[in-house]
């Protein structure tokens, strides 16, 4: 069964560093997101990417993040200058269509900012 | 930002019996929704959807109950199932949006 695969599984980076989280979604999808779930908390929405474009993003999108796809495959999210409450779990997913489309979530990128 | 609610943040359940998960919303142009299934450190699992033209969908032992009037969704489990063990998220969207809502979570025990 296709999957949504990210890496690194866990990263941790001293605050204010740059990085770097990458996606491989499934090969057949036009619609990907990156999500995030700070320890305790809800699933959040943080951007969705069409067309190599973004379609939608979130509050928490601020100017410290940008999404990218540089190739065919993959899907990068990156963080310029981490602060301490970046500390989460962020998921890559990629859906076929939307609307009254099925989401599927890679296994997460565990990222503590220090 | 409370637009999907599980009120209940666990749940404990005998193997075999029915598990019954509850999810409000307060959105009513949300018109899809959907149940995933979280293990520690692992991404959500699809499990099951519905959209808001209907009131029920059923995929083997997961039945998805929705109730437009009472903005309200249910999710049925039988017979529960040790691996069943997890945590459930109920999640809507919209037309025009992209983006899933997610509820806070609901933590399912199957006990022996």
């Known amino acids: 069964e296709p999957e949504v695969t990210q890496t690194p599984s866990h990263q941790v980076t001293q605050m204010g560093q740059e990085v770097i989280l990458r996606c491989v979604p499934i090969?057949?999808?036009?619609?990907f997101y990156w999500y995030r779930q700070i320890l305790g908390q809800k699933v959040e929405f943080l951007v969705s990417f069409y067309n190599n474009e973004i379609s939608e993003k979130s509050e928490i999108f601020d100017d410290q993040f940008s999404v990218e796809r540089p190739d065919g495959s993959n899907f990068t999210l990156k963080i310029r200058s981490t602060k301490l409450e970046d500390s989460a779990m962020y998921f890559c997913?990629?859906?076929?269509?939307?609307?009254?489309?099925?989401?599927?979530f890679g296994e997460g990128s565990w990222l503590t900012v220090v | 930002d409370q637009q999907v609610k599980q009120n209940s943040p666990s749940l404990s359940v005998q193997e075999g019996r029915i598990s019954i998960l509850n999810c409000d919303y307060t959105n009513s142009m949300f018109d899809y929704f959907l149940w995933y299934k979280k293990y520690p450190a692992e991404g959500p699992t699809f499990l099951i959807s519905?959209?808001?033209?209907?009131d029920k969908n059923e995929d083997g032992r997961f039945t998805v109950f929705l109730n437009k009037s009472a903005k309200h969704l249910s999710l049925h489990i039988v017979p529960s199932q040790p691996g069943d063990s997890a945590v459930y998220f109920c999640a809507a969207s919209f037309q025009g949006a992209q983006k899933l809502v997610f509820g806070q979570g609901t933590r399912l025990t199957i006990n022996p």
């Open positions: 090969s057949n999808h036009l619609y």
């Open positions: 997913a990629s859906s076929r269509t939307v609307p009254g489309n099925t989401i599927y």
């Open positions: 519905i959209s808001s033209i209907k």
